[in-house]
């Protein structure tokens, strides 16, 4: 199963890679898990551990699932790529284009944080910003990709940026010895993240690398008052979610008011008796510094918000004492500041 690397790859056996193809990695990956057991004491669970995906190159987790998409369209042969964005996917994309010398076009909100937006800038992509949310973005890279003939790598509108995102999740089983915490909280906006996990613990069950009869993590979606459509969803126990109108939050990747993904985030959630809850935008600036004074981990508003719902969750007694959970930080603190 395991390849002799130290990098998402380390999965091949498990990723859409030819036999004798070398993929367009920058070194994704491979990212620490880290526990603290101040914040499990304070919080009142069991134990407590951050998965920090803002070490990954362009410093987010969006670098695993770019790295298997355009490792595919370099195969084949497309003539270029284009991408929505509410910040870190088009900075990766960009990354594992000029890698894979392929020209990328990006569709940004104008409200996009400028440090990722001069990322973009500075990797070479051609950067159109929008005004509105990644939904007016995502319309604009639609009909770019119609004229254009380039490859629309939008969230789940192709088969191969979940493929990379499920290496959060054999990573994980990794370095917990081939077992699983009780509670994964993950910031939800477009969900891939989530979704990969959760298709990659069914595939590590059925082959028998997680013990049959353990059960799987309960799944927890993190999302910000001011666009939180799944967390509506689920509360109103529905299949799919309704966009969010007018959404608002200062945590980007959080502001995607309809994500394609919907239905099978939600499936995840029931499947694992998870649950979806949100947070105001003062709780996830306290859950942000609360990360980066207590473990010094430079944490993005998205890994606030998840450990922002922590606290939510142990203070209603919906975890507690006897869980492990593991709380992902989706991406480096520092796109954020000015």
Known sequence: MLRNRWD??????????????????????????????????????????????????????????????????????????????????????????????????????????????????????????????????GAKAKAFAAESGYFDVSTLREPYRIEGKKTMGLELAEQMEWRLPSVIVYPTGGGTGLIGMWKGFAELREMGWLDPKAPLPRMVTAQAEGCAPIVRAFAEHADRARPWENPTTHASGLRVPGPLGDRLILRALYESSGVAVAVSEAAIRAGTARIDRTTGIDAAPEGGCALAVVEALAASGQVGPQDEVVVFNTGSGVAYRE
């Open 8 to 137: 998402m790859w380390r999965y091949a056996a498990l990723l859409p890679l030819r036999d004798g193809e070398e993929p367009v990695s920058l070194g994704e990956g491979a990212t620490p898990l880290l526990e603290s057991r101040e914040l499990a004491q304070q919080l009142g669970v069991g134990r407590l551990w951050i998965k920090d995906e803002g070490l990954n190159p362009t410093g987010s987790f969006k670098a695993r699932g770019m790295s298997a998409a355009v490792t595919r369209a370099k195969a084949l042969g497309v003539p270029g790529l284009v991408v929505p964005t509410a910040g870190n996917a088009g900075a990766a994309l960009t990354a594992y284009g000029a890698a894979a010398r392929l020209p990328v076009r990006v569709y940004a909100p104008e409200t996009t944080p400028r440090g990722i937006l001069a990322t973009i800038r500075a990797l070479g992509a051609e950067l159109c910003t929008v005004p509105g949310h990644i939904g007016d973005a």
